[in-house]
């Protein structure tokens, strides 16, 4: 009988010593016992975006494609991170000299300021967005 009793005790022990690993921020433990949860950061209020890419075009374009009807659509919050996502179109110039039409890129914005910039592709949401001359 004893030896019962200290097999069951000894495997309660075990399985409350191993729940322990398990104590996320929502487990039914006391709050000493469970992880904190990660702050995530506050997001970046909406940008202005017609401000932010008439004074940092070179950062959007490079300066001999002599950006011309630059027009530019509402921000997106980013799926990841606190910054924010635009649609920029332009009429551009190869370095040849010839023109390359109308090109759309993507820019990123974090605390008011151009981070990234990339292409547009067909999966993208430009097509459909409204834009705006700045």
Known sequence: MLRIVAHVALLVGALALGACGFADSRAPVPEFMRLKEAEQPSPDPPPDVKRVV????????????YPREVHVAPPHHEVRGPGWTACVRAQLTSATGSALG?????????????????????????????????
Request: net charge negative; glycine share 6%.
């Open 54 to 65: 008439r004074e940092q075009i070179d950062v959007v374009f490079i300066n001999t494609s």
């Open 102 to 134: 109308l090109q759309t890129y993507i820019v990123t914005i974090t605390g008011g300021k151009v981070i990234d910039r990339r292409r547009a592709e067909a999966d993208d949401i430009c097509g459909s967005e409204l834009y705006e001359p700045i």
